[in-house]
């Protein structure tokens, strides 16, 4: 996920988007639907790992990201690796 | 990491390949510093992400990977996102 | 899902696989995994739907293609659209 | 097709845009001209099969989309599939 | 259209390829379906464009290509442009 | 070329502009110039073919088409190709 | 990392940006951490090398730079060279 | 180098960059430095090759071109060629 | 113009065709045809600018360079720029 | 620069080029001509600065490298940035 915000936007509307979208993502995280999210260094991008029932619930949580409109999001669908030690 | 075994190789030198391969990972795995590996679906390619001390490290686990030959490897520096439960 | 099938492979051999492939697909047409399939005009190529559980059963799917060797595929993940008729 | 609608755009413009859109859609699906729709997940895009009798309609039905002048489309002509059970 | 012929193929071969090529191009000219053809300067390749009945009839004219499996080919279905004298 | 007209472009300025863009077009046609015009389906984008003296002619065309400043443009130089019935 | 400073920024709040951008630069050259920088010619853009203790710090000092919402930046992780007389 | 002028610059202000980056071209032409400038045909583009002392020379007349904050560059660095007459 | 001789060629094969090409090249320099050739720097290719009478002439002249099989070419019509002082 | 050695080369052989190239690179690091490497970490592919009277002598060094046969290099061509310490 790609965010670019355009620098014109009102820095209230900003701080409030970004405020919600932090605590959307947090409550997503205590759910378990977010597994995972790191700071891409050097940019203002994430890369985040979803585990969801299906793309029906994958769908609603990114677009209902508070930031979407600004977001730009490339998706892999993942499954369990032969090699992951979870898998034995 | 997308893997690459030209189709002529002998069948008995690949298996070889794959299984050494499996079992340096999953040793990486043990000592902690190959954090998480996905497989992407419907592709011979996963999605992995390692937690090592430095650049150094890194270079010397992927280069001494038994399939390095046949990889092609994209690298993203990640650090903590500021969203990241464990970021409190 | 691209094919590349090199021009040096046995004609019996690259008869074989492609015959397994098709009665493959045929199959899972039938259990209605394989929702949809489509040729690329003018491509050794297809445009394919898949109807599956989850990543695990789509990548088991495509892992064991005949032709997955030879294959390139690109995947994006669908899901019900709003304007869709049968969504009511 | 990805939709790109501009955030500065008057919501209300935005939402009789997006109805009107929705309602030619559905129209051209009891036609049975769209064949098929789907989202893809996470993005505001849709994959959608046309069954026209020509380059002609599908053009005309395109360039008339309400969102057309928000839409990049791509364009991959289908034909049936050997593989396909409807085939026989 | 562009065609790449591995420098290794047999001469003979080679040039009974490119001769029935040239004849199958000349048919199709012949009953109108191969409305145009030119050579891109500097590039074994050609800008083709077909008058045909549909995408099936399409397909089946450049997968009985004699050069088909040495060629990569991009389609863009194209309609009449307003602007076209023969428009009126 | 791809014509991209912005949204906010004053009406009556961008029916003028198309307007003259048809009438150049057409001038064109009949002198011989413009010698094909397609309309690219789903697009606003045309595929040209021009019979020009030589490469400043091809480029005083190009420049002053009202639209000019909101196209891009791909030129790929043709040739006469060897399996063209008119090379005979 | 690209530089694309809008054209109608206001001349007073660029000139402040740029200079404290080139301040700002300067400390961390000081510090060692900003161990190398060229311009690429011809182009608002330069290449650089960060020596950092990880990838915290090389986030937090691109994520602090005056330019930042300015920026395109691409990371690549760098380690010592096998070939460096530094290395013996 | 490709020129992309936003269509909403002041035409004055426009006219007098314009007619600058002319007067600053062809004085370095007289001063042999910009060597070669070709129109590449139905663009805003040309292709420019420049006879310099060093980067840093090269930097500075492309940094100062009026025209650079709407201009897209790519560099080649050329050297002569072991064909070249010119080469004897 | 990108050179790609495959490693396995024969050292004599290939020192011929290096030589040949070499000669082709040299005699259209000398008819006015080859007007320019540069080495880029650091890679198997060159830059070359012709002044040919028209697209035939130009496909001709590559088409029939001896190392055309190994070529990957890409073409750039040119025209004079209103800023070259031999346009005056 | 990426090197990409095909696996089928003899052993002996590669061995010897990549000793060839060490001793080259470090040959070069003692001149001073080739002024910074690293390692691209987990790749076969480094970053190389090289402090070069022109591009005749950049050319003449990767011409000459031992490994150019199986390396693709891309140049940015580098100059003093006004924000480097040195440039005071």
């Known amino acids: 996920m790609n965010v670019t915000i355009p620098p014109g936007l009102d820095p209230g509307v900003r701080a409030d988007l970004v405020a919600r979208e932090k605590e959307y993502c947090r409550d997503l995280q205590r759910s378990g639907e977010w597994a995972h999210i790191w700071r891409c260094a050097g940019q203002y991008a994430n890369l985040s790992v979803f585990d969801v029932a299906d793309n029906e619930a994958l769908h609603r949580i990114l677009w209902n990201l508070p930031l ?15 090699s992951d030690l979870a898998a034995d």
């Open 68 to 82: 979407f409109p600004y977001l730009s999001v490339e998706i892999t669908p993942l499954a369990q690796h032969p």
